[in-house]
């Protein structure tokens, strides 16, 4: 499961945090990053139902939080750890280019 780049994580990085509080961190916006990943491929889906129905049956805006919430439901264990991983790196970078800022 790869995390959008445009994904904002809006988590405050310092340049002393730990490597175990960077993880704690990741690890509390790994549901969010699974939603943001669902409602990406709902509002592709949309734009597919739009293209061969012309005006799809039902709500987009429920349609694409429907889909963040499978996408939520249905994430493996190993999905949830490449996701938390992915924003763990992300927060390491962020970590160092304030510790360069200094």
């Known amino acids: 499961m790869k995390v959008p780049a445009d994904l904002q994580l809006n988590i405050e990085v310092e340049a002393g945090d730990s490597s175990a509080t960077l993880r704690a961190k990741a690890q509390s916006q790994v549901q969010n990053a699974i939603r943001a990943i669902g409602e990406a491929a709902g509002e592709k889906a949309w734009k597919q139902l739009e293209r061969t129905f012309g005006r799809p049956p039902g709500n987009k805006f429920n349609f694409v939080r429907e889909s963040g919430d499978q996408a939520i439901t249905n994430a493996s264990a190993e999905e949830r750890r490449e996701v938390e991983e992915e924003i763990f790196e992300r ?8 510790a360069a800022a200094m």
């Open 91 to 98: 927060l390491k970078k962020q970590r160092a280019e304030k």
